[in-house]
């Protein structure tokens, strides 16, 4: 157990649609990463956040936006859903900002758009 | 786009053999190449990275060899384990980079016993 909780587990809903996935991290990290995988993409980086502000985007589209709040829980929030965006979502935590800070990852949230 | 190619994208090994899982990059401004072991319903875990100045580094088993001239490296498992049986992804770090971190597409690992 990597301390990283994510939720939900399971995630359905059809295209169109909005949906917001959680991210709790290990006590004590202050950065949040948010990780997609899927099978034609495999695993792509989408958006770093460090205590609150954002730090670096990767390949995040502009249908998807997150946030780190004060409490240091990150969401996710995906919108105007389409099939291609069904995939596992991950996020990752490490206690400070820079790249070569150990990344622990959540068990993942599944996403399948209908 | 930055890429890290990564072969083969099975493989299958006798208990007790070396495993050894091969990467590629392109670019040169990397500064950090981590391995990552993902085991079904998990998400990745940090197994062992180095740096490009160094040529190997070795944790218990797992060993990465990182060849800088010719923009390669490859994660080597010794004594292969039905355990290690896993999907592994190498994964290439920019620290100046706006994409960050690049990842090879992955290696499922079937250790026979």
């Known amino acids: 157990d990597s301390g990283v909780t994510q939720t939900p587990k399971h995630l359905i809903t059809a295209t169109g649609q909005r949906v917001t996935l959680r991210c709790s991290p290990r006590?004590?990290?202050?950065?949040v990463y948010w990780y997609q995988q899927s099978l034609d993409q495999g695993l792509q980086f989408l958006i770093q956040?460090?205590?609150?502000?954002?730090?670096a985007k990767g390949n995040i589209l502009e249908r998807f936006s997150a946030q780190q709040f004060p409490d240091l829980h990150s969401e996710l929030n995906l919108s105007s859903l389409e099939l291609g965006d069904s995939a596992l979502y991950f996020c990752?935590?490490?206690?400070?900002?820079?790249?070569?800070?150990?990344?622990?990852f959540g068990p993942g949230t599944r996403l399948t758009v209908l | 786009q930055q890429q890290v190619k990564q072969s083969p994208q099975s493989l299958i090994v006798q208990k007790g053999g070396i495993s050894i899982i091969n990467c590629a990059y392109e670019?040169?401004?990397?500064?950090?190449f981590p391995w990552y072991q993902q085991f079904p319903g998990k998400g990745p875990a940090l197994l062992i990275a180095?740096?490009?100045?160094?040529s190997e580094k070795k944790e218990g088993r797992f060993t990465i060899s990182f060849n800088k001239s010719a923009k390669q490296f490859s994660l080597h498992i010794m004594d292969s384990q039905p355990g290690d049986s896993a999907t592994y992804f190498c994964?290439?770090?920019?620290?100046?980079?706006?994409?960050?971190?690049?990842f090879g597409s992955g290696t499922r690992l079937s250790i026979r016993p």
């Open positions: 994964a290439a770090i920019s620290y100046s980079s706006a994409s960050k971190i690049i």
């Open positions: 006590s004590g990290d202050l950065s």
């Open positions: 180095i740096r490009p100045d160094v």
């Open positions: 990752a935590s490490a206690v400070g900002a820079g790249d070569n800070n150990e990344q622990f």
């Open positions: 670019n040169t401004a990397f500064d950090y």
């Open positions: 956040y460090y205590n609150g502000e954002e730090r």
